[in-house]
């Protein structure tokens, strides 16, 4: 990575680093890395003016057809352009000849799309900053490897696969084949390569599974790492001839999270740390998550495959809990550490979007302090198969999270209106295409959503 620069030393820094393409690229709704590839030349220009684009990166389902059936804001039409902006604090050499940045979708105005992810979590930083708070954000990244390259996985139709590394083992299992380790070694190597920071990875509780941690930042160079570091493990997969997919369940064994830890800090001090427990500021944090939690599993799961880890001892919560030290509940909070006091939410599957989930927790953190919101008591002991009326459940199906999102107005309040009903329409288009071309409520994992999911989420 480099220091923020002008395009005149972007014109140099290219030169000087014998650059003949620039990958300017920004993530979607979907998650989707979205971009083009330029000539150096062109790149300067779009500094200021960004790279023009059809409005169906926002409004094209994983399936290339538009989605329809739901109130577009001012910035979408029949095809209009919207524009891509580079930040070039973010440009970084991502292999010989070549560069890659990334940036934020603005309208044909030049105003911050209010649907593009990146630009939803710079603005609740810049109101955490106002309220004198940074916040410090951490990643874990879950995905499966395959010994198959994608051509094979595609004929396949990305069924019986061969899990990298064998069937056997328990999460943190080190004998794994020499195919393994050449992946993820791959993988680390490159992360050095291209600046992604990174802290572990070890081998996960499914066949084939790994777990990758980057390490803690700002969050969105945290979620700038993210987007980056799915890419490399997609990249090295290609050229090592295997598979990796962020598919949240592929098969009936343990799914794929993506878990998010954060706190903030009050100038260089963590807010969140008190010597007993937690402190007031974390607290009232905790408060305004959980008012919000059931609403954010919306965007924390995003597809209908999402839903399938929702199940009771899979490793996701499935209520919404918090609890100090609990990793059964929706929130776990760690406490009583002057540097490792944070929370950890768990809901998110590894399909998730991460520049919009961080975004929903630190907005609705930021409002239970604001309006200094008590959580409830902490759940203590195993928050799964509880009998009923001991503690509310998380919606379970896509369907059930989208109307607790609608219902829900401290979460519009906090994002805004137009990112709100945006995401609706788009899921219930999700949901009328999967029980149009798909199947039906109890059917076990589809055709239809292998296709769609197993290569692009």
């Given at each position: 990575?480099?220091?923020?620069?002008?395009?005149?030393?972007?014109?140099?820094?290219?030169?000087e680093?014998?650059i003949?393409?620039?990958?300017?690229?920004?993530?979607?709704?979907?998650?989707?890395?979205?971009?083009?590839?330029l000539?150096?030349?062109?790149?300067?220009g779009a500094?200021?003016?960004?790279i023009?684009?059809v409005?169906?990166?926002?409004?094209?389902?994983?399936?290339?057809?538009?989605?329809?059936?739901?109130?577009?804001?001012?910035?979408?039409?029949?095809?209009?352009?919207?524009?891509?902006?580079?930040?070039?604090?973010?440009?970084?050499?991502?292999?010989?000849?070549?560069?890659?940045?990334l940036?934020?979708?603005?309208?044909?105005?030049?105003?911050?799309?209010?649907?593009?992810?990146?630009?939803?979590?710079?603005?609740?930083c810049?109101?955490?900053?106002?309220?004198?708070?940074s916040?410090?954000?951490?990643?874990?990244?879950?995905?499966?490897?395959?010994?198959e390259?994608?051509?094979?996985?595609?004929?396949?139709?990305?069924?019986?696969?061969?899990?990298?590394?064998?069937?056997?083992?328990?999460?943190?299992?080190?004998?794994?084949?020499?195919?393994?380790?050449?992946?993820?070694?791959?993988?680390?190597?490159?992360?050095?390569?291209?600046?992604?920071?990174?802290?572990?990875?070890n081998?996960?509780?499914?066949?084939?599974?790994?777990?990758?941690?980057?390490?803690?930042?700002?969050?969105?160079?945290?979620?700038d790492?993210?987007?980056?570091?799915?890419?490399?493990?997609?990249?090295?997969?290609?050229?090592?001839?295997?598979?990796?997919?962020?598919?949240?369940?592929?098969?009936?064994?343990?799914?794929?999270?993506?878990?998010i830890?954060?706190?903030?800090?009050?100038?260089?001090?963590?807010?969140?740390?008190?010597?007993?427990?937690?402190?007031?500021?974390m607290?009232?944090?905790?408060?305004?998550?959980?008012?919000?939690?059931?609403?954010?599993?919306?965007l924390?799961?995003?597809?209908?495959?999402?839903?399938?880890?929702?199940?009771?001892?899979?490793?996701?919560?499935?209520?919404?809990?918090?609890?100090?030290?609990?990793?059964?509940?929706?929130?776990?909070a760690i406490?009583?550490?002057r540097?490792?006091?944070?929370?950890?939410?768990?809901?998110?599957?590894?399909?998730?979007?991460?520049?919009?989930?961080?975004?929903?927790?630190?907005?609705?953190?930021?409002?239970?302090?604001?309006?200094?919101?008590?959580?409830?008591?902490?759940f203590?002991g195993?928050a799964?198969?509880l009998?009923?009326?001991?503690?509310?459940y998380?919606?379970?199906t896509?369907?059930?999270?989208?109307?607790?999102?609608?219902?829900?107005?401290?979460?519009?309040?906090?994002?805004?209106?137009?990112?709100?009903?945006?995401?609706?329409?788009?899921?219930?288009?999700?949901?009328?295409?999967y029980?149009?071309?798909?199947?039906?409520?109890?059917?076990?994992?589809?055709?239809?959503?292998?296709?769609?999911?197993?290569?692009?989420?």
């Open positions: 990575m480099v220091d923020s620069i002008t395009a005149e030393q972007l014109r140099v820094w290219l030169a680093h014998e003949d393409m620039v990958r300017v690229e920004g993530t979607n709704l979907d998650s989707a890395l979205m971009g083009k590839v000539s150096p030349a062109k790149a300067v500094v200021e003016s960004g023009g684009m409005d169906l990166v926002f409004g094209a389902d994983l399936d290339n057809t538009p989605q329809l059936g739901f109130a577009w804001p001012q910035w979408r039409g029949d095809m209009a352009d919207i524009f891509l902006r580079p930040d070039l604090s973010t440009l970084t050499r991502w292999g010989p000849g070549q560069a890659s940045v940036g934020d979708f603005v309208d044909r105005w030049g105003n911050p799309l209010a649907v593009c992810p990146r630009n939803t979590l710079e603005r609740i810049g109101r955490l900053a106002a309220h004198g708070y916040a410090r954000v951490a990643i874990e990244i879950e995905a499966t490897v395959f010994e390259d994608i051509h094979e996985a595609r004929r396949k139709g990305f069924r019986d696969l061969t899990p990298l590394g064998g069937k056997a083992g328990f999460c943190y299992h080190m004998p794994k084949d020499a195919r393994w380790h050449e992946y993820m070694t791959a993988v680390s190597r490159r992360f050095d390569e291209v600046g992604i920071p990174w802290d572990a990875w081998d996960e509780a499914a066949w084939g599974q790994i777990e990758l941690n980057i390490s803690i930042s700002d969050p969105v160079a945290a979620c790492y993210w987007t980056r570091a799915r890419q490399v493990m997609r990249e090295v997969a290609f050229e090592l001839g295997r598979t990796v997919t962020f598919m949240a369940k592929w098969c009936d064994g343990y799914g794929q999270a993506s878990h830890n954060l706190s903030l800090a009050d100038g260089e001090d963590n807010a969140f740390y008190a010597e007993q427990g937690p402190s007031e500021v607290r009232h944090f905790i408060g305004g998550v959980m008012q919000t939690v059931a609403p954010t599993t919306s924390a799961l995003p597809w209908i495959t999402s839903y399938r880890r929702m199940r009771d001892f899979e490793g996701p919560p499935t209520t919404v809990t918090w609890g100090t030290g609990n990793k059964s509940t929706a929130i776990r406490v009583g550490h540097a490792q006091s944070r929370i950890e939410y768990r809901v998110p599957g590894a399909d998730s979007n991460a520049y919009l989930t961080v975004a929903a927790v630190l907005a609705s953190g930021l409002h239970g302090i604001s309006e200094q919101i008590e959580p409830p008591q902490p203590d195993m799964y198969l009998p009923p009326g001991v503690v509310d998380l919606p379970d896509i369907g059930k999270a989208l109307a607790v999102l609608e219902d829900d107005t401290t979460l519009r309040t906090v994002l805004g209106d137009e990112l709100i009903d945006y995401w609706i329409g788009l899921k219930r288009w999700e949901w009328m295409q029980h149009t071309d798909g199947g039906g409520p109890d059917d076990p994992l589809t055709e239809w959503e292998f296709t769609r999911y197993f290569e692009l989420v």
